[in-house]
């Protein structure tokens, strides 16, 4: 079986996937080829189930379509999957060679009229995982274990006591929490126990990032800007705890095995969570902020937990 997976952005999008590729990969022995844009393609050679990247070039993208329809025309697919629901990402789905076109649930502008099939009941009230694997039910298939099967690079930290990555911005600005809170809850960690606070994010976020470095009197390391996404993806894993607001880095974390705590102030945390045992959230996402101390709280909590 050769399958084509068409799931083109965004970070936390892409790792939302990533569980319905190793039940393709588990229940069909399946050969997978993944599209994505080309920002993201040197992280989705990290995902294991994968055997092939298709690079699209989304900036030049009518420019470089002659292109891209030779590298996607290589294969003969038995079933391409397109996980976006977007125009761009039905095109390329139409693109390439095969019969068996699936959409999702959450399909828009019009997309479903690409597919030979929708899969799965168009309902939001749910995480982003689970829609997303509606593919293994539609295909009849057995459905095995949420895993993300990802391979990063060893990141040696060289840090002392407990490791707390803090990612306090994302692209959005109605979804941060505000940085006093966030140096807030740092101070409270530090003060419990000896952490080693490491800050993250773009290079846009270095100067956020000082700010909260500024106030701390334990140990930091602000890590905005200086590391790659499959860096990155390296240096979660060598955290006992990520805290961000609802942004991709809190996914990137659930795929590297660490705890993740996620603020949603505007977004719905059962839609966009981190998935699985390890993660937790606070804030309702009807847009309250929430307070420090319930950050507080669930930090000491997690910690205390990975530490039993």
Known sequence: MRVLIIKLSSLGDLLHALPTAHNLKQALDASIDWAVNREYA?????????SHVISVDRRAFLKNIGRLRADICAEEYDTIIDLQ???????VARMANGERRLGPSFYREFTNLFYSDVVGPRNRNRHAVDECLDVIRFLN??????????????????????SVAI????????????????????QALQHQEQTTIYLLGAASDRAACDQI??????????????????????TLAA??????????????ATAAGTPALGIYITTNPLRTGPYGERGRTIGNGNGDLPPPEAGIRAAKAMLDRSAD
Do not use: C, Y
């Not at 629901?85 to 095109?91: P, R, V, Y």
């Not at 298939?141 to 407990?162: E, K, Q, S, W």
């Not at 955290?239 to 990137?252: E, K, P, R, V």
């Open 167 to 186: 990612a306090p911005i994302s692209r959005r600005r109605e979804k941060n929490w505000p940085l006093s809170s966030f140096i807030q809850l740092a």
């Open 239 to 252: 955290m006992d705890l990520l805290i961000a607001n609802d942004s991709g880095i809190l996914h990137l």
């Open 42 to 50: 040197p992280l989705v050679t990290t995902f294991t189930d994968i």
């Open 213 to 234: 470095a500024n106030e701390l009197s334990g140990p930091v390391q602000n890590l905005a800007g200086q590391t790659s996404l499959v860096e990155l993806g390296g």
């Open 141 to 162: 298939l057995d459905r095995t274990a949420v895993t993300f099967n990802v391979d990063f690079p060893r990141i040696a930290l060289g840090g002392t006591g407990r």
């Open 85 to 91: 629901g977007l125009f761009k990402s039905a095109i």
